[in-house]
């Protein structure tokens, strides 16, 4: 993975990006109204395409593809407000054509950002950008000052991010195996993204800056307690002495898909239903993607500095953790797949604390209406009126799985309304 942007990009980007439109790539030139260049349609369709290229194109960990998330609504929400105004920038903008497209900015800065990333899908979003950019004449001001202010924003995000760790080889997990440390579950072999918690955050201090309540004891009451609700709610299904029901395992299930694809649809359902435009909508995936990604950096170091183990090792292996009320069953599984990774503390309920406080802060006012498609069902959603009660089913949903221990999901979930809220109150503020 790239780690440097190179010094000459702005002249690079803006070269590269306009040698693109060739009259022939283009559709039949038709000047757009003021309204239909700003349509926040375009925020929605490359944050899909962000998701495509992430996803579906290069297999990108979950946990750290909410830094590309990240990267990309950032250099959307720079490009539209260096035109529009309205709210501070993340990086520093030159000024911008009074005539630029918004629409054609938010495609450029977006299409750039995630070319840099993701080589290997150039061709593909290059396609993607020239149908973005079909309609505009070839030589207007409106063209050639949203390339410009899309090509200054993908290089302020760009250049922020220099050596910021990603990637970073040197960082790997080496505690060694003993009761209570987690170790890979076969067929896994490594700790997934292990420099994840050592990337440099986009808003937040530290990676550290919010504390979360430590693991509990090995040989404490609250351990064995939480070991056990996992035990008996958390098994495979057929498992004797299950006690989850039909309804709990259903929540399970809906919840045990790619969380981030999830919420990035909630967000894209709710910019189009609420008729946002184009600078709310630009904002609305800044802060929620923002405010993922520096949870998850800070989840991520919990990981490595707390790599507790997960259940299906606790429950297999009591009988060495000290406890006399826990007792092991050797054949015990869990309903969910076990995630590469610690289990102290919870991504999920990391990235669900993030998202939730975001779309409280933007659209919760006594009625979220958020909702959420199941990825494996496309006739199935789930709709959430508050915050409070998507944390809630989410962290229960963990427990239902067999991947966590209560106290694991609940500091987690906390952790990531505390860095929404931190990112709410200094990042994309509104102008005076």
Same mark, same amino acid.
């Given at each position: 993975?790239?780690?440097?942007?190179?010094?000459?990009?702005?002249?690079?980007?803006?070269?590269?990006?306009?040698?693109?439109?060739?009259?022939?790539?283009?559709?039949?030139?038709?000047?757009?109204?003021?309204?239909?260049?700003?349509?926040?349609?375009?925020?929605?369709?490359?944050?899909?395409i962000?998701?495509?290229?992430?996803y579906?194109?290069?297999?990108?960990?979950?946990?750290?593809?909410?830094?590309?998330?990240?990267?990309v609504?950032?250099?959307?929400?720079?490009?539209?407000?260096?035109?529009?105004?309205?709210?501070?920038t993340?990086?520093?903008?030159?000024?911008?054509?009074?005539?630029?497209?918004?629409?054609?900015?938010?495609?450029?800065?977006?299409?750039?950002v995630?070319?840099?990333?993701f080589?290997?899908?150039?061709?593909?979003?290059?396609?993607?950008?020239?149908r973005?950019?079909s309609?505009?004449?070839?030589?207007?001001?409106?063209?050639?000052?949203g390339?410009?202010?899309?090509?200054?924003?993908?290089?302020?995000?760009?250049?922020?991010?220099?050596?910021?760790?990603?990637?970073?080889?040197?960082?790997?997990?080496s505690?060694?195996?003993?009761p209570?440390?987690?170790?890979?579950?076969?067929?896994?072999?490594?700790?997934?993204?292990?420099?994840?918690?050592?990337?440099?955050?986009?808003?937040i201090?530290?990676?550290?800056?919010?504390?979360?309540?430590?693991? +509990?004891?090995?040989d404490?009451?609250?351990?064995a307690?939480?070991?056990?609700?996992?035990?008996?709610?958390?098994?495979?299904?057929?498992?004797?002495?299950?006690?989850?029901t039909a309804?709990?395992?259903?929540?399970?299930?809906?919840?045990s898909?790619?969380?981030?694809a999830?919420?990035?649809?909630g967000?894209?359902?709710?910019?189009?239903?609420? =008729?946002?435009?184009?600078?709310?909508?630009?904002r609305?995936?800044?802060?929620?993607?923002?405010?993922?990604?520096?949870?998850?950096?800070?989840?991520?170091?919990?990981?490595?500095?707390?790599?507790?183990?997960?259940?299906?090792?606790?429950?297999r292996?009591s009988d060495?953790? =000290? +406890?006399?009320?826990?007792?092991?069953?050797?054949?015990?599984?869990?309903?969910?797949a076990?995630?590469?990774y610690?289990?102290?503390?919870?991504?999920?309920?990391?990235?669900?604390?993030?998202?939730?406080?975001?779309?409280?802060?933007?659209?919760?006012d006594?009625?979220?209406?958020?909702?959420?498609?199941?990825?494996?069902?496309p006739?199935?959603?789930?709709?959430?009126?508050?915050?409070?009660?998507l944390?809630?089913?989410?962290?229960?949903?963990?427990?239902?799985?067999?991947?966590?221990?209560?106290?694991?999901?609940?500091?987690?979930?906390?952790?990531?309304?505390?860095?929404?809220?931190?990112?709410?109150?200094?990042?994309?503020?509104?102008?005076?």
């Amino acid at each position: 993975m790239r780690t440097k942007f190179p010094a000459a990009v702005p002249a690079i980007a803006l070269a590269a990006t306009v040698g693109l439109l060739a009259p022939a790539a283009l559709a039949e030139p038709v000047e757009q109204s003021h309204s239909s260049r700003s349509s926040a349609s375009v925020i929605t369709d490359w944050n899909a395409i962000a998701e495509r290229t992430i996803y579906a194109e290069n297999a990108t960990p979950i946990p750290s593809s909410s830094l590309y998330f990240g990267f990309v609504s950032i250099a959307m929400y720079d490009a539209v407000v260096a035109i529009e105004g309205g709210y501070t920038t993340y990086t520093p903008q030159p000024s911008a054509h009074r005539r630029a497209s918004s629409r054609v900015a938010a495609a450029t800065a977006a299409y750039l950002v995630l070319s840099y990333f993701f080589p290997a899908s150039a061709p593909t979003l290059q396609e993607d950008y020239l149908r973005a950019l079909s309609g505009e004449r070839r030589k207007s001001r409106a063209l050639a000052g949203g390339v410009a202010a899309g090509a200054a924003a993908a290089s302020g995000i760009l250049r922020s991010r220099q050596n910021d760790g990603i990637g970073d080889p040197d960082i790997l997990f080496s505690t060694a195996p003993a009761p209570g440390v987690w170790r890979p579950t076969a067929p896994q072999t490594a700790f997934a993204v292990p420099w994840l918690g050592f990337v440099r955050p986009l808003v937040i201090e530290s990676a550290t800056q919010f504390e979360q309540p430590a693991p +509990n004891p090995l040989d404490s009451a609250a351990y064995a307690a939480e070991f056990e609700e996992t035990r008996t709610h958390g098994a495979a299904e057929g498992t004797p002495g299950l006690e989850r029901t039909a309804e709990e395992t259903a929540t399970a299930r809906f919840f045990s898909v790619n969380v981030s694809a999830q919420y990035q649809a909630g967000m894209r359902d709710q910019v189009t239903r609420r =008729g946002l435009g184009i600078v709310e909508s630009a904002r609305a995936f800044a802060i929620l993607n923002t405010s993922v990604a520096d949870t998850l950096i800070s989840c991520w170091r919990a990981k490595y500095d707390f790599p507790t183990w997960r259940p299906v090792t606790a429950i297999r292996e009591s009988d060495t953790d =000290g +406890n006399d009320a826990t007792v092991a069953d050797p054949t015990w599984s869990p309903l969910g797949a076990v995630p590469p990774y610690p289990e102290f503390s919870s991504g999920h309920a990391c990235y669900t604390g993030a998202a939730s406080n975001t779309f409280d802060h933007l659209f919760g006012d006594g009625d979220l209406d958020l909702i959420l498609p199941s990825l494996t069902d496309p006739a199935t959603t789930r709709e959430y009126d508050t915050a409070q009660k998507l944390d809630e089913d989410t962290m229960n949903a963990r427990i239902w799985l067999g991947l966590h221990f209560r106290s694991s999901m609940t500091g987690a979930n906390q952790l990531g309304h505390s860095v929404s809220d931190w990112v709410i109150e200094h990042s994309f503020q509104p102008v005076g």
